[in-house]
């Protein structure tokens, strides 16, 4: 992914893997989240901290190959979409810079404390960065 935004990086614990030795696919949502939250306070921010918050409206994971205990795992994370109040995140997850996960996740703005979408700021907007293109990742080994 050329330029991201923000890279989050992360050990693969034991107790995230499978039976077949890799992490388990829910894990990699809760890396994503974990991403987007180191992500927020490189810049200030705080989810639920400040007028507005984010809620999760879908998220889509493909597999390019496995993470396994004890990789380390990086996550380049950029913007591919504003709207009004939702935008969306790619999350893409390697090994070694080997991508093993692409994760998009669209997200709503919301007013902190409730469910009600408002407009993300025009500050927390600039602070995200300029909308990323991804290309394909290359073939596997």
Known sequence: MPRPAFV?????RYGECDQQSVVFNANYLAYAD???????RDQGQ?????????M????QLVWHGSARWPDRLSIACG????GRTSFDVIYRMSVDGQVVTDARLVYVSIATGSASPVQLPP????????V???PEPAPGP
């Open 56 to 59: 999760v409206k879908s998220a």
């Open 34 to 40: 974990d991403a987007l939250d180191h992500w927020l």
């Open 8 to 12: 989050h990086h992360l050990d693969i």
């Open 132 to 134: 990323v293109e991804v």
């Open 79 to 82: 913007v591919t979409r504003w």
């Open 46 to 54: 705080a989810t639920g901290s400040q007028e507005w918050d984010l």
């Open 123 to 130: 500050d927390a907007v600039a602070r995200f960065g300029e």
